[in-house]
């Protein structure tokens, strides 16, 4: 009779206080490649939990939209021993614009805790901002509507998370703007810096630096409320009522884990995302940490795939 790998929960009994006795170490495995915001802020968790779950090793599986990595995830052994990040691509976007989804977001992950949250901005370029006497979203909006199809923005590709910005954007403001999609985020800003489009909505992460340069002018941010990153810039929800989109991404388990792994892998998560050196370390990405209950995290998860359904359908994106 084969036996199953000692389970995490088994580990985790001395869990009060001193460092768990772990067989083996978590992989915790991140859909994208290495050098990224996810990437960067999985690596700095795994190394302040490491005195309490042991060491946690990153093991990135990108390809597909994140595709990869999330269905290593939901394929893996439910003994705790492998994690995961689901994203706002993974669990929100992608069963929406994949034709055929190797894993069900809904029901194949045990939510471990929500992570970070990053505010998506809307930026022009300096220069035509300038040109066009484009100061607030009310400005923008109204070259628009008195100029509709000369305005164009960029986006990282067809259905990726600028592309369903811009989108939700033209619907509620009620304009017509082009969309020109780049195969990926760094050419789209290029072509933003560069002039060819008049704007983005980016990450703001990815952004800001641009935008302290002064080559970017910051219009608004996709969040309900004022990011502490930058103050002195309005939510587009000031103009367009309830509009509100923006770049998380927490952490999972196989769906089958036991629920006192969960609980002990979400009681080390949520202690080293409330740190300060966390705070502090995250504050120069742009990300905000927000922990939370493995109940609240799902609820969030399901909240956002039933808000993307309707995005992604109205944008009409789709990869076969």
């Not at 000031?238 to 009681?267: R, Y």
């Not at 609820?299 to 009409?316: D, H, I, N, P, Q």
Request: aromatic share 6%; no cysteine; hydrophobic share 45%.
């Amino acid at each position: 009779m084969k036996r199953r790998p000692l389970l995490l929960g088994a580990a985790l009994a001395p869990f009060a206080g001193a460092t768990l006795a772990q067989t083996k170490p978590i992989r915790l495995i991140v859909p994208y490649a290495a050098g990224g915001p996810i990437d960067i802020t999985a690596r700095a968790l795994a190394e302040r939990v490491k005195d309490t779950l042991g060491p946690v090793i990153i093991e990135n599986r990108p390809g597909a939209g994140g595709n990869i990595g999330a269905d290593t995830v939901a394929k893996a052994a439910p003994d705790g021993l492998t994690i995961g990040i689901a994203a706002t691509a993974t669990h929100a976007v992608n069963p929406w614009l994949y034709s055929r989804m190797p894993y069900n977001a809904a029901t194949d992950f045990a939510p471990i805790t929500q992570m970070l949250r990053v505010p998506n901005v809307l930026v022009m370029n300096a220069d035509t901002a300038k040109r066009l006497h484009i100061n607030t979203l009310r400005d923008l909006i109204a070259y628009a509507k008195a100029n509709p199809g000369k305005l164009n923005y960029g986006s990282g590709g067809n259905g990726s998370a600028g592309h369903l910005a811009g989108e939700m954007f033209k619907a509620q403001a009620g304009i017509f703007v082009v969309h020109i999609p780049y195969n990926g985020g760094n050419p789209a800003q290029l072509a933003l810096l560069s002039g060819q489009v008049d704007f983005n909505i980016d990450n703001l992460a990815t952004a800001a630096p641009n935008i302290r340069s002064g080559k970017l002018k910051a219009i608004a941010v996709t969040t309900q409320q004022r990011s502490p990153a930058l103050p002195d810039v309005p939510p587009m929800a000031d103009t367009l009522k309830g509009f509100a989109i923006d770049t998380w991404w927490g952490l999972v388990a196989p769906a089958a884990t036991p629920k006192d792994v969960i609980a002990k892998l979400n009681q080390a998560f949520v202690a080293a995302l409330k740190a300060p050196e966390t705070h502090t370390r995250f504050a120069a990405l742009m990300a905000e940490p927000v922990p939370s209950t493995p109940e609240a995290f799902g609820t969030f998860m399901k909240g956002e795939l039933a808000r993307y359904e309707r995005v992604v359908k109205a944008s009409g994106a789709k990869v076969d």
